[in-house]
């Protein structure tokens, strides 16, 4: 059984999906903990209900970067992760704490990789015109959204799409994304050669959805 600590900083949704599909599957693997860096996050609230211990580490409460990776570090340690799972959290971590959990930290980022890293990324696609968009799932390395690439999710830009429509679009596939891509993870399905991740079993690491009238 492996021990899953899920990092976040708001909603949860993603985190909710991994808890439902995690137990559903029956996949071999645990929430031991949720931990968020801001105490109103609602996903703290989702796992309390669902009986996972739920932890804040205050970034406010420890100002400087360093001090704070390192609060994290120790809440971490508590609960020996095997895998570390960052679903919405929204703060960077220093080099040193990446190198730390070196080969255990995996993210979602709701763009299609390597195009727009950081921030506003749905709105940016809009701007530059992209007929599609989407979510990558990644490796974390200390170049901020530049690890291995496990799985991809594809979907149409459609005319009139506003940031909002855009990002509601990306997470609906997000959420079938992140299950599927961890769980290749915990159960040893994959293979990582440099940047290049491989499906040990064949399964697609690509998923595209045609649901727009435009496609
Ligand atoms: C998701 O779009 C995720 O990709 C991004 O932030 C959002 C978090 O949503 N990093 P939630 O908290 O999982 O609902």
Known sequence: MKNLVVLISGRGSNLRSIAEACSAERWPARIAAVISHRPDALGLAYARERGIAAQVIDHRA?????AFDDALAAALDRHAP???VLAGFMRILG???VQRFAGRMINIHPSLLPAFTG???HRRALEAGCTVAGATVHFVTPALDHGPIVAQA???VVAGDTEQTLAAR???AEHVLYPRALRWWIEDRLAV???RV???DGEPQLIVRKDSPRC
């Not at 420890?62 to 360093?66: C, G, K």
Request: charged share 25%; no cysteine; net charge negative.
């Open 119 to 121: 921030l506003h990324t």
């Open 170 to 172: 990306v997470l609906e």
């Open 95 to 97: 080099d040193a704490f």
């Open 62 to 66: 420890h100002p400087a970067r360093e």
């Open 193 to 195: 050669d440099g940047l």
């Open 198 to 200: 491989t499906q040990l």
């Open 82 to 84: 095997d895998h570390i």
């Open 154 to 156: 594809v979907v149409p």
